[in-house]
T-cell receptor, first 117, second 112 residues
Framework: DTAVSQTPKYLVTQMGNDKSIKCEQN?????MYWYKQDSKKFLKIMFS???????INETVPNRFSPKSPDKAHLNLHINSLELGDSAVYFC????????????????FGQGTRLTVV | GQQLNQSPQSMFIQEGEDVSMNCTSS?????WLWYKQDPGEGPVLLIA?????ELTSNGRLTAQFGITRKDSFLNISASIPSDVGIYFC????????????FGQGTELSVKP
């Protein structure tokens, strides 16, 4: 049983194309996130959704558009891909608000390695 | 913006040695987390800390939440080859939707 699953795992595409990454969680969490990991392994939040509502948008170019059809899904669509978009993108989910419990912190998916050529 | 400084950036140790890594922040966090990332995988939570001064263990791992709430350390005792990976500290910001602010990571290599 995969808690947070994202597809595809690998994505190679040409500059200028539009692509989507899908994410689903079966943990019943209210909040979902997209994080970007660059070539130096630095992890930075991009977006956060709570119950299908956008909570955080960390000055990400508007070529990136997240969509949450329901609280178990958060997809990421990227328009007009650029070379600098190459990175590993992680979806994560967590309960909303302070939990005080280690087993209720953010769970991450396996990542999608995006390569723009 | 908020930043976490994690050190060291990398460590090369012999199997059986103890390891220590730490994080400092320019701002206070109410929750500190330590994650491990294996190659080709997403980060996996190791330890969560919720109270200033709290010391928590998970097997051979021990982590502490600093009294000032601006720092945390992670110790690994008697390292084994499967400890290899990248360890990240993260501060959780409840004022911003629970987003995690990550440190730069510590890449650990263990020589058998």
């Amino acid at each position: 049983d995969t808690a947070v699953s994202q597809t595809p795992k690998y994505l190679v595409t040409q500059m200028g194309n539009d692509k989507s990454i899908k994410c689903e969680q079966n943990l019943g969490h209210d909040t979902m996130y997209w994080y970007k990991q660059d070539s130096k392994k630095f992890l930075k939040i991009m977006f956060s959704y709570n119950n299908k509502e956008l909570i955080i948008n960390e000055t990400v170019p508007n070529r990136f558009s997240p969509k949450s059809p329901d609280k178990a899904h958060l997809n990421l669509h990227i328009n007009s891909l650029e070379l600098g978009d190459s990175a590993v993108y992680f979806c994560a989910s967590s309960p909303w608000g302070p939990t005080g419990q280690g087993n209720s912190e953010a769970f991450f998916g396996q990542g999608t390695r995006l390569t723009v050529v | 913006g908020q930043q976490l400084n994690q050190s060291p950036q990398s460590m090369f140790i012999q199997e059986g040695e103890d390891v220590s890594m730490n994080c400092t922040s320019s701002s206070i966090f109410n929750t500190w987390l330590w994650y491990k990332q294996d190659p080709g995988e997403g980060p996996v939570l190791l330890i969560a800390l919720y109270k200033a001064g709290e010391l928590t263990s998970n097997g051979r791992l021990t982590a502490q939440f600093g009294i000032t709430r601006k720092d945390s350390f992670l110790n690994i005792s008697a390292s084994i080859p499967s400890d290899v990976g990248i360890y990240f500290c993260a501060g959780k910001d409840y004022n911003q939707g629970g987003k995690l602010i990550f440190g730069q990571g510590t890449e650990l290599s263990v020589k058998p």
